[in-house]
RNA sequence: GCCGGUGUGUCGGAAUGGCAGACGAGAUAGACUCAAAAUCUAUUAUCCGCAAGGGUGUGUGGGUUCAAGUCCCACCACCGGCACCA
């Protein structure tokens, strides 16, 4: 058969767009399969390779679901609002309703060049006011439910993109989008209570299926600390001093306390502080500083003592100095350490440049050098001495302290409150209204959406105003409470708000009562199968399954997870091994690859390429590769000869229909493609194979080609498409050979190759091993020590 | 610094403790062709040998085992996450 696969495509996907066969069904009988791919920022410069393989991926195990007999949703939409259409607004003044639907568009057209089962009925687009009514919807139920603040705070401000960013997006002190240096200002910040739900979110951990790498990202993200808070009072003043440490067992130890140079106690107790200037030049000095310079650039502490406060230990009554140094963050526990120099290495390094006391209350190391960090017997340390494990003395020390009513154990995390506004235009406008006299508002639920209004200009105003700000008549409003003049809120959503809940709307998108029907989220909720990119793995995933928790505990949805399962696929690198770059004039688009080789091509090959999970290097030639192998399979109905089974080909065909249904299951695609073609190599050797045989090839090929098996599998006269067939079945019994090759060695090494019959008895298979020619001229006045026998597998002999 | 992962031909990569290198690519030779491409056939880890055959080989060094790419210990390199986190 010619393989013209321009017109098999297009012939094929119009087939499956008009019988509507990958449409989810809502009510049915089926088991339910839910798979859920990233959806794509629909970005000018369409798509990319690495989305046709990060798609391909569940889109092989939805149609092999389907095959399977399963109701299988896989839906498809936009997360269409962001910072690159309002960017290209500024430029060039196109409104970025304008670009999003011109882009949209254009990828449309690309995913289904690509032959991609998507549900196409249930399409979400992120900026479709239908969809951020109930984005807004749930912010506005947040904010009943005291997840939501507003604070001033130092935030990581973007001087280029005049944004402000959370610390997601700033990591490393430089901006996300624009890879400028991010600076510190004071703003007024939206935050979402995400902390409170940080338990939560770690021990949900426990309850889902994600891969190994995946859950340990989400746990050092979310960095639980398990120690304890002192308060330490302080010489003359009512107030304590409170710290947290993971520490308490080297309380002894302490000679200095250590506050950030933001700690409140500074300005209140101000007049006492006898080197006010000092200290206030230290401050200024570190404000100005980046979060960036403070945390990574890791070099010399620096600190300024605070004169005229003075700590006292609650054990032993001694009074301790206290420091103001930027290596403690106010951002962090309490803002405010027990120095233990002995015992901890920052503590230790500031200790030296101020000379301060180093006490040991743990031996075993050596303190003259380095803080002392691992166990050993406690020493002057009251109580505790001699005891030499840290639990034991850990938990000692904390029933002493709640005992005196002084300090308790307590957990920490790193994770941060989730700063959840920008001042920017193409983003769901935060539902609040700022009253005179009520303060701050929420917009009343009849009133959403709240529409972004039309506007001219984008630009940011002076300062980082949202664009919004400029536009009188949305500001403007009547207080929902009072009725009296007020002003909306300006400020936008950032981008993850309307990932963190699309996989809801996905159960039922048009949907006008509510984020969804309730039964259908029963129904389907929750995913099945998430696969998307390493990168989102700590951000959006943490985001949304806040989300969902919170949802769940309002009891809008029916599960307290979001996703059962979690895989990631690895990156495709353009051919000289490093990331595609249009800088770097690598990037491959797949609409080239599409015209040259065919989407089926594409697909096999981005599969085919290696370990799904791992990041892997573009290569033409492989794609050719994967060309020939489709042209051979074009090339079966030619040498078809009658029904049922080749005895040649029986056992591969049971073999290779287990090794592709078990490898799709795990995601080994490249060693499922490679059965494929290891079997179609047999085929052609033997010269020829049956109808029902040519069945079964296209059934198994036809998640990753779907369009060349539906050609040939109407060639064959079938009626129905090969994507709605029956997955092939196999029989356990047909996948063993009847005799095997096995290896013979001699002291551990290969010395021949016999065949047996399969389940050979041992005496017999030792005796067939002894009658080889090359096995018994090895053994040649050699005497047998051990004889090892494994059944099919292998023959030991052990000579001296 | 802490935590995770990876290390195999020329390249992408395969191998429930049991014949290392499946499958694909590339290369070399041959067939077809005026020629090239495409296609087909054969060879393709490495060293010694004319050959039969033998030695060595999965980052390095040890160990367990009849048998180790796979398990254990130590180290090296690279990748990823977290990070003055108290």
Redesign the pocket.
């Given at each position: 058969m010619k393989y013209d696969f321009a017109s098999i495509e297009q012939k094929w996907q119009k087939k499956w767009e008009e019988q509507g066969i990958f449409h989810a069904q809502d009510k049915s009988d089926k088991k339910k399969f839910y798979a859920l791919v990233e959806f794509p920022y629909p970005s000018g410069a369409g798509m990319h390779v690495g989305h046709i393989k990060a798609y391909s991926g569940l889109e092989v195990i939805s149609r092999k679901r389907r095959m399977q007999g399963y109701n299988v949703l896989f839906p498809i939409g936009f997360d269409a609002f962001g910072l690159p259409a309002e960017n290209y607004a500024i430029k060039n003044g196109v409104h970025p309703r304008v670009t999003t639907d011109r882009n949209i568009k254009h990828f449309t057209e690309q995913l289904k060049r690509a032959g991609f089962s998507f549900d196409w009925s249930r399409v979400i687009d992120t900026t479709d006011e239908n969809y951020y009514h109930w984005t807004q919807w749930i912010f506005l139920k947040m904010f009943e439910n005291d997840l939501v603040f507003r604070d001033k705070a130092l935030v990581n401000y973007c001087p280029s993109c005049k944004v402000v960013l959370s610390?997601e997006d700033s990591?490393g002190g430089k901006c996300d989008i624009c890879h400028s240096d991010i600076i510190q200002k004071e703003k007024d910040v939206w935050y979402l209570r995400i902390t409170r739900y940080a338990d939560k979110l770690l021990k949900g951990l426990d309850e889902v299926d994600y891969l190994?790498?995946i859950r340990?990202?989400q746990e050092?993200?979310i960095?639980k600390?398990t120690?304890a808070f002192v308060n330490f009072a302080l010489d003359g003043i009512e107030d304590k001093l409170r710290?947290?440490?993971?520490?308490p067992d080297t309380l002894f130890g302490v000679t200095f306390m250590?506050i950030?140079p933001e700690h409140p106690i500074l300005s209140k107790y101000a007049d006492r502080i006898r080197n006010r200037a000092e200290l206030e030049a230290y401050q200024q000095q570190c404000q100005k500083k980046t979060?960036f310079e403070?945390?990574?650039?890791?070099?010399?502490?620096?600190g300024v003592r605070v004169e005229g406060i003075c700590a006292i230990h609650p054990l032993t009554g001694e009074k301790i100095p206290v420091f103001a140094?930027?290596?403690?963050?106010?951002?962090?526990?309490?803002?405010?350490?027990?120095?233990?120099p002995a015992h901890?290495q920052?503590?230790y390094?500031f200790a030296k440049v101020y000379g301060l006391e180093i006490r040991e209350v743990i031996s075993g190391g050596d303190i003259s050098a380095e803080a002392y960090t691992g166990d050993g017997p406690m020493v002057n340390s009251d109580f505790l001495n001699g005891i030499s494990t840290k639990k034991e003395a850990i938990s000692r020390m904390i029933g002493k302290l709640e005992q005196m009513g002084i300090g308790e154990e307590g957990v920490?995390f790193?994770m941060k409150d989730w700063a959840f506004n920008r001042q920017r235009y193409w983003g769901e406008p935060i539902p609040i209204v700022h009253c005179p006299h009520c303060g701050i508002v929420p917009v009343p639920y009849d009133q959403l959406p709240l529409k972004l209004p039309e506007v001219k200009e984008f630009e940011p105003g002076e300062g980082g105003e949202s664009p919004l700000a400029k536009i009188e008549s949305f500001v403007r409003c009547k207080c929902p409470r009072c009725g009296g003049n007020a002003r909306r809120e300006t400020d936008t959503m950032p981008q993850w708000a309307g990932s963190s809940w699309y996989f809801i709307r996905y159960v039922d998108p048009h949907c006008k009562t509510g984020i969804a029907d309730y039964d259908k989220m029963k129904y389907w909720l929750p995913v099945d199968w998430y696969n998307g990119g390493?990168?989102h793995v700590?951000r959006h995933m943490i985001y949304s399954r806040f989300w969902h928790k919170f949802l769940y505990d309002i009891g809008e949805v029916p599960c307290p997870e979001p996703y059962a399962k979690r895989t990631a696929q690895?990156l495709i690198l353009g051919a000289n091994?490093v990331k595609m770059s249009k800088s770097l004039g690598n990037v491959v688009d797949p609409n080239d690859v599409i015209d040259q080789y065919g989407a089926d091509t594409l697909r096999t090959y981005v599969l085919?390429?290696?370990?799904y999970a791992?990041?892997?290097?573009w290569?033409e030639?492989?794609v050719?590769?994967?060309?020939?192998?489709l042209?051979?399979v074009a090339d079966l109905p030619g040498i078809v000869r009658g029904t049922g089974s080749t005895p040649k080909l029986e056992s591969s065909f049971h073999k290779t229909i287990k090794k592709v249904s078990e490898?799709i299951e795990e995601m080994?695609f490249?060693?499922a493609?490679?059965?494929m073609?290891?079997l179609?190599?047999e085929i052609?050797?033997v010269g020829q194979l049956t109808r029902d045989e040519l069945s079964i090839f296209v059934r198994l090929l036809c998640p990753v080609a779907p369009h060349l098996c539906e050609e040939i599998w109407a060639g064959m006269g079938e009626k129905g498409l090969c994507s709605a067939a029956a997955w092939p079945e196999y029989d356990p019994a047909k996948t063993v050979d009847r005799e095997?090759?096995?290896?013979v060695?001699i002291?551990?090494?290969?010395?021949g190759?016999i065949k047996l019959p399969m389940d050979c008895e041992k005496d017999e298979a030792l005796r067939l091993a002894h009658a080889d020619e090359?096995i018994a001229a090895?053994l040649e006045g050699k005497t047998i020590v051990?004889e090892?026998v494994?059944p099919n597998?292998?023959i030991?002999l052990?000579v001296r």
């Open positions: 610390n990591q190994p790498n340990q990202q050092n993200w960095g600390s120690g710290i947290y440490t993971t520490r250590v950030a979060e403070r945390t990574q650039l890791v070099k010399d502490k620096t140094a930027d290596y403690v963050m106010m951002g962090y526990g309490t803002g405010a350490i027990m120095a233990v901890d920052r503590d390094d920490q790193k390493m990168e700590t690895g091994g085919f390429m290696g370990d791992s990041a892997a290097p290569s030639d492989s050719k590769g994967c060309k020939r192998f042209e051979r490898d080994k490249n060693t493609i490679a059965a073609m290891k179609i190599n052609f050797e095997v090759e096995i290896a060695q002291n551990g090494k290969l010395r190759t090359r090895q051990k090892i494994v597998k292998i030991n052990v």
